[in-house]
């Protein structure tokens, strides 16, 4: 027994992905988290596509 950790975190994708090529590739990444460190709990992926964080970005930084 001992300290379990949750990982959330999210990758960048191109926006032509299926939602299916999306998914699968959250879940791939998941399962290389979970295989490689043991004190990893839970997995869970947010997949954004790069023209979203791209429109965020320039949000962020525009001037009124």
């Known amino acids: 027994m001992g300290f379990s950790f949750y990982v959330d975190l999210h990758i960048v994708v ?3 992905l ?3 090529e ?3 590739l959250s879940h791939k990444v ?7 460190l043991p004190h ?3 997995v869970l992926v ?4 790069q023209e979203e964080l791209t429109t965020k970005t ?3 930084h525009a001037v009124p």
């Open 58 to 60: 320039n949000q962020r």
């Open 30 to 36: 998941e399962d290389e988290i979970l295989g490689a």
């Open 14 to 16: 191109g926006g032509e």
């Open 46 to 49: 947010h997949v954004e596509p």
């Open 18 to 20: 299926t939602v299916r």
């Open 40 to 42: 990893v709990a839970e």
């Open 22 to 24: 999306g998914h699968l």
